[in-house]
């Protein structure tokens, strides 16, 4: 390299160096606090959409003092990874599902999944956002955790395979169904008499494509945007139970904030749980006939044999003694008898 090259390369190096600095000129200086957002959706799933939008407003509203970084579709490792770093204090906000690894450490976190227990988005969330949510909430915090007052919707789930419509429990018998890590979860889909596999959500379109399993179920939202009607035939709109995230963080990370800064984190990441519940209630409605245009064949099956089947295996007793009187009045309140 002759003098001169090598004097234009330097000077291009330092402008490339210098351009970022000139485009960030409002919060240039470093964040004091840095956080780490993690979720298992993909990047484009409305609750990535809405954290960043939180993000972006913290910043602003914290004079740029906290930076939270969101880092989706298991980047931070996979539900069970992420629930430890959280407790480790290595991860400061995590979204889980109640139903999902969570049950594992707080039992009672499952119940709002129970089989065929709400009808509606609204019902689920006048109980979360109600004495149902405070008495979960309350409970997460005896295992060094705290949860946001809203749950971000992932709304009621469906079940996909590549084997056959699912029209009567009959149709799910021995049929090999992916369900979280999660005890409900698994006891739900034998009670329906499948054979259902615990996955998680990271190794889902992999053990769809190998067919290590014949199914799934999930929200319309997630089987349109983590692309699994690629590697599934059909759609039965069991509506079987409803999901949602907490969005949760530790006391350790949560205390570590200053405590005029915690009510501006919590109003905006709060304010963007209520956004993701329009946003997936649209995409839930509106992705069927985007999903049969993909090749996706829907059937909706009449709901009352799998309650009615779900009732006579004693699914519902079983739980109640799991959860406890308390817990099982406590849900009583927001659905109709259960059992
Ligand atoms: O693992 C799943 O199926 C998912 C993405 O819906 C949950 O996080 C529970």
């Not at 003098?3 to 600095?21: K, W």
Request: with cysteine; aromatic share 10%.
């Amino acid at each position: 390299m002759n003098g001169f090259t090598r004097r234009q390369a330097l000077i291009t190096a330092v402008a490339a160096v210098a351009v970022p600095a000139l485009i960030i000129p409002k919060f240039a200086r470093a964040a004091e606090f840095n956080l780490k957002f993690g979720t298992n959706l993909p990047a484009n799933h409305p609750l990535n959409i809405r954290a960043t939008e939180a993000a972006e407003r913290i910043l602003k509203d914290t004079g740029g003092q906290v930076q939270i970084n969101v880092f989706p579709n298991n980047q931070l490792g996979n539900d069970a990874d992420m629930l430890s770093q959280l407790r480790a204090g290595a991860m400061d906000f995590f979204t889980v599902s109640g139903v999902n690894v969570l049950s594992q450490l707080v039992a009672v976190s499952s119940m709002y999944g129970l089989g065929f227990a709400f009808s509606n988005d609204d019902a689920v969330h006048r109980a979360l956002d109600g004495d149902l949510g405070k008495y979960l909430r309350g409970q997460f915090t005896k295992v060094g955790l705290i949860a946001m007052d809203n749950i971000w919707s992932s709304g009621f789930r469906q079940i996909t395979n590549s084997v056959r419509p699912i029209t009567t429990p009959n149709d799910l018998k021995n049929m090999k169904i992916r369900v979280p890590v999660s005890p409900l979860w698994t006891s739900l889909f034998q009670h329906l008499g499948a054979a259902p596999a615990s996955i998680n959500f990271a190794e889902v379109y992999s053990s769809l494509q190998t067919k290590v399993v014949d199914g799934q179920e999930n929200p319309l939202s997630i089987i349109s945007i983590a692309k699994l009607y690629e590697v599934q035939k059909y759609c039965s709109m069991t509506n079987h139970m409803w999901d949602g995230y907490w969005c949760m963080s530790s006391m350790k990370a949560w205390n570590r904030l200053p405590e005029k800064v915690r009510p501006i984190v919590a109003q905006h990441l709060n304010r963007s749980a209520l956004d993701v519940r329009g946003d997936v209630a649209k995409l839930n409605t509106s992705l069927r006939s985007d999903l049969q245009a993909k090749g996706m064949v829907f059937n909706t099956p009449d709901p009352a044999p799998f309650r009615a089947m779900l009732s006579k295996s004693g699914f519902y007793a079983e739980w109640r003694k799991k959860y406890g009187e308390e817990a099982w009045a406590m849900l009583e309140k927001y659905t109709a008898k259960l059992g």
